[in-house]
């Protein structure tokens, strides 16, 4: 006889129910158990997720670092490049002669493989009567500026302008004449402005210690050129210094030694000082490099004693004058004075200097126009190198 469904042996029913426990734990979770990753069509990379305020920050970072990079390569692209502060005087063949391309772009070269990164060009001469000479020839000066600047860029290109200050007569200074330091003036802001020069080079002789119609000389000029551009001065050596056991020239030029309150006086109006370091008669190599070393610790004790007198920093470039030209009678023997003596001395007078001759900024020699090959081999081998 068949049981009906309602009347189940005890024996099945418990296994029903054991049946029915395991499928309901099965469809259980323990909830101790880590959770793991399951690929569903496909392998799912984990999901990441950055804080808003985090990624905010990273964009900021990156903007900023591409905007420092762009600025150090624009400042690298437009710095110009530095230039030696050496120098060199050139004379009319270049600024009145109009050399062809080929031979400018030779000087340009000679003067880069030399590390002369400052070149006092010829002007013009104030004459006797005031009159600038040889003004029909400017016109070749403008000209030689703008080719020279486009092939020598970093160099800076100063107009050399001599002025004659001998006295007129006995009573007569001729520097003191107001008139005259207009006219010089009024010149050196045209070859600034007009011409394109990035400063002028006075050469005045004589000056004479304490001579106050000088200063008021390189006040107008330094006045009149503004604040962009830069007054060079030419001045001259302690040629027969009295208080100091140093070889002297056989003659005795008197008002030649400025005083250390003079130099500094000077030094704080022009923006660079070219010690003329030659001619001085003497007639030994070892005399001209001991006379050179005592001009070069002179000169730069005068601009570091600007450091404690009254405070004010000493800003301006000192050079010193390195003869490279003919023999002339009496006052300069090719033999004694040359670059190697010259140097020698420099030399010297730096070591003798002490502190002071970081002051010393580099040499300037004269005359290109006579320089020869050997000249050229020496400078580099003994100075430049």
Same mark, same amino acid.
């Given at each position: ?18 049946? &029915? ?23 799912? !990379? #984990? ?10 920050? /990273? ?12 600025? +150090? ?10 230039? =030696? ?8 063949? $270049?600024? /009145?002669d109009s050399p062809d391309d080929a031979a !400018?772009?030779? +000087?340009? &070269? ?10 006092? @060009? $010829?002007?013009? +001469? ?10 029909? %020839? ?14 020598? #860029? ?19 200074? *001729? ?5 005259? &330091? ?7 802001? *045209?070859?600034?402005?007009?011409? %394109? ?21 390189? *006040? ?9 551009? =830069? ?15 140093? #070889? ?5 030029? #008197? ?8 130099? &500094? ?34 000169? =730069?004790?005068?601009? @570091? ?8 920093? @000493? =800003? ?70």
């Amino acid at each position: 006889m068949e049981e009906s469904p309602q009347s189940e042996s005890p024996r099945k029913n418990s296994a029903r129910e054991r049946h &029915q426990r395991r499928k309901q734990q099965g469809m259980a979770q323990p909830t101790n158990i880590p959770r793991q990753l399951k690929p569903s069509g496909g392998f799912e !990379l #984990p999901e990441v997720r950055i804080p808003f305020n985090r990624l905010a920050i /990273y964009g900021a970072a990156g903007v900023i670092f591409l905007i420092v990079v762009v600025m +150090l390569i624009g400042r690298i692209k437009n710095e110009a490049p530095k230039t =030696s502060a050496n120098a060199i005087w050139i004379g009319t063949q $270049w600024t /009145y002669d109009s050399p062809d391309d080929a031979a !400018l772009t030779a +000087l340009v &070269q000679k003067l880069r493989d030399h590390q002369i990164g400052i070149v006092y @060009a $010829w002007v013009s +001469l104030l004459q006797s009567n005031n009159a600038w000479s040889d003004t029909g %020839k400017l016109d070749s000066v403008k000209a030689f500026v703008q080719r020279f600047k486009r092939l020598y #860029p970093e160099a800076r290109l100063y107009g050399w302008l001599s002025i004659d200050a001998q006295p007129i007569d006995k009573i007569t200074v *001729r520097l003191s004449d107001t008139s005259m &330091q207009q006219i010089v003036a009024d010149f050196s802001q *045209r070859m600034t402005a007009e011409f %394109k020069f990035d400063g002028v080079m006075l050469n005045v002789v004589p000056v004479f210690n304490n001579d106050e119609n000088y200063l008021a000389v390189l *006040r107008k000029v330094h006045s009149s050129i503004g604040e962009k551009a =830069s007054l060079a001065v030419a001045v001259p050596p302690d040629w027969t210094p009295t208080e100091v056991n140093i #070889p002297k020239p056989p003659r005795i030029e #008197p008002g030649t030694i400025w005083d250390e309150a003079y130099k &500094q006086r000077v030094a704080l109006i022009a923006d660079q000082v070219v010690i003329t370091a030659y001619n001085s008669g003497l007639s030994t190599s070892a005399d001209y490099a001991a006379w050179m070393a005592y001009q070069v610790k002179s000169f =730069s004790s005068a601009l @570091a004693g600007l450091q404690t007198t009254g405070g004010i920093p @000493a =800003s301006t470039e000192l050079l010193i004058g390195v003869p490279a030209y003919d023999t002339q009678a009496l006052t300069h023997d090719t033999n004694v004075e040359n670059i190697p003596s010259a140097i020698s001395g420099i030399r010297t007078g730096l070591t003798d200097s002490g502190t002071s001759a970081k002051y010393i900024k580099g040499v300037a020699v004269y005359f290109e126009s006579q320089m020869n090959d050997d000249d050229w081999s020496q400078l580099k081998q003994l100075w430049t190198n």
